[in-house]
């Protein structure tokens, strides 16, 4: 069965300084995807990036990108220039490429951005 | 924002009452399903559909029924609700002609359940 962890139940980060969640995932599947949601205070989830797993290249999305290293299952999340929106809950999900559908979520890291 | 709604957003309900939590999709995904979500704490998948007449438990161990007449929508309902189902409900949805593959989940904005 696949595991998601993420050891950092809070962190926090000053404004306009650099901030990285960790992930870390057990599997035995080859091929699967990986993502981080971002979740704000009484807001709706929202996909931050996507990596696939059969891609060595760290996928990046403006200010985000990630640190992807399959052999040590580790998926960070590199925020830069943080800004005060980016306060949310964030969460570290898996999903199989082939099978089921369903993804296997981390326990979540809440980020304060401070001013 | 993803074209995913959910109603109501807020439900104060007494114990024993028979409530439905609507979620309906316009990106035509054929993939749907429903979290549970205590304030704060991870996601627990509680049903998921991968299409009309499909509908499966997921892993959290739920009370809650549902049903997959449309494709556009997924309703969950409770017959008699009760306080340890207070929590957020997410819905999400995955796949089809809406694009962004199989893969990605869009989420609705959460319908948030207490129960008296």
């Known amino acids: 069965a696949q595991t998601v962890t993420q050891s950092q139940p809070e962190m926090s980060v000053q404004e306009a300084e650099t901030v990285t969640l960790s992930c870390t995932y057990d599997?035995?599947?080859?091929?699967?995807?990986l993502f981080w949601y971002k979740q704000p205070p009484s807001r709706q989830m929202i996909l931050v990036i996507r990596?696939?797993?059969?891609?060595?290249q760290n996928a990046t999305e403006n200010r985000f990108s990630v640190n992807f290293q399959k052999a040590a299952k580790s998926f960070s999340l590199k925020i830069s220039d943080s800004q005060l929106g980016d306060t949310a809950m964030y969460f570290c999900?898996?999903?199989?490429?082939?099978?089921?559908?369903?993804?296997?979520f981390g326990t979540g890291t809440r980020l304060k951005v401070l001013a | 924002e993803a074209d995913i709604y959910q109603t109501p957003r807020y439900l104060v309900i007494g114990t024993g009452k028979k409530i439905t939590l609507e979620c309906s999709q316009t990106?035509?995904?054929?993939?749907m399903y429903w979290y549970q979500q205590d304030p704060g704490m991870e996601l627990h998948l509680i049903h998921y559909?991968?299409?009309?007449?499909?509908?499966e438990k997921g892993d959290l161990s739920s009370e809650s029924t549902v049903s997959r007449i449309r494709t556009e929508h997924f309703p969950l309902t409770l017959e008699s609700a009760r306080p340890s189902h207070t929590s957020q409900y997410l819905c999400?949805?995955?796949?089809?002609?809406?694009?962004?593959?199989?893969?990605?989940?869009?989420f609705g904005p959460g319908t948030r359940l207490t129960v008296l």
């Open positions: 559909s991968y299409g009309v007449n499909s509908t």
């Open positions: 999900a898996f999903m199989k490429r082939s099978g089921t559908y369903k993804y296997i």
């Open positions: 599997t035995s599947e080859s091929n699967y995807y």
């Open positions: 990596q696939e797993a059969y891609k060595q």
């Open positions: 990106m035509g995904h054929d993939k």
């Open positions: 999400a949805s995955s796949g089809g002609i809406g694009g962004g593959g199989s893969d990605t989940q869009y």
